[in-house]
């Protein structure tokens, strides 16, 4: 089979896990989740770019900045079918209420949502609504949300590659990397993301990447390891503190 042919099954495979964009369907060849992770931050590139059209447009028609925020996070939801808001919330759940990893990991898996859930929700969504709205809707405002989205997909694959499986079963376990290579191309995949803002949003990167490493820490801490819950909170969280450094630097300009 051709290199090309699998690469794009790849990609594919990647879009049909992170998102509920139309992605059509996998035919000849069925890549491992593993094999797909590279291709994250190509996810985090399209999410992004929505998200980031969405607020510019909106804006643009008069509309409030906290409306346009809403609206931009709305179709950014719907992209994502939520995939990361439901880790966060199934993580707080378990982290806040386990008393030990079994029980951690189990109060993970149910579907219910508990008060530490919502309340993470609350707080995180609002937050990303706020520094969202205040941003100013230009292209250089677009590009910083893109990288933004492009890195904190990154994280993820930092996260089945250093991490272990915290248990046997789930997309945790089976999109996890044995080895550096699904970093190394998905580093690839990202630099773009990184140069570009190593010039204008060096301070963004540097946060996202330390949110990120601490999420980690935490995750080891609490459950000995990543879920798929871990990796999608932990890309919300970090993405999140992506805005809120954007909103910083915009304030004081």
């Avoid at 999410?47 to 931009?72: D, E, N, Q, R, W």
């Avoid at 937050?127 to 989205?149: H, V, W």
């Avoid at 909170?233 to 915009?250: D, F, K, R």
Wanted: charged share 10%; with cysteine; hydrophobic share 55%.
């Amino acid at each position: 089979m051709k290199w090309t042919v699998k690469r794009a099954a790849e990609v594919q495979t990647a879009f049909l896990l992170l998102t509920r964009l139309p992605a059509g369907k996998l035919n000849t060849y069925v890549p491992k989740l593993t094999d797909a992770a590279w291709a994250f931050p190509a996810v985090g590139f399209v999410v992004g770019t929505i998200i980031a059209g969405i607020y510019i447009t909106t804006s643009h028609f008069m509309l409030p900045s906290f409306a346009s925020a809403i609206f931009a996070l709305i179709f950014g939801i719907f992209c994502t079918g939520a995939i990361h808001e439901d880790g966060l919330a199934d993580c707080a759940d378990g982290f806040g209420g386990g008393q030990n990893k079994e029980k951690k990991i189990t109060i993970m898996a149910d579907s219910a949502i508990g008060s530490f859930g919502m309340l993470a929700l609350i707080l995180v969504m609002g937050l990303r609504i706020l520094m969202l709205s205040s941003l100013p809707s230009t292209t250089e405002i677009a590009t910083g949300i893109i990288i933004c989205a492009v890195i904190s997909r990154f994280s993820m694959v930092g996260y089945l590659c250093f991490l272990p499986a915290a248990k046997q079963e789930g997309l945790g376990n089976q999109a996890s990397a044995d080895n550096i290579s699904s970093l190394f191309f998905a580093a690839i995949v990202a630099l773009p993301a990184f140069y570009f803002g190593i010039f204008s949003f060096v301070y963004v990167i540097i946060s996202m990447l330390v949110i990120a490493l601490f999420w980690g820490i935490i995750a080891k801490y609490q459950i000995g390891g990543q879920t798929g819950d871990v990796c999608g909170a932990g890309q919300l969280l970090s993405e999140t503190m992506g805005w809120v450094m954007l909103a910083s630097i915009y304030a004081v300009q």
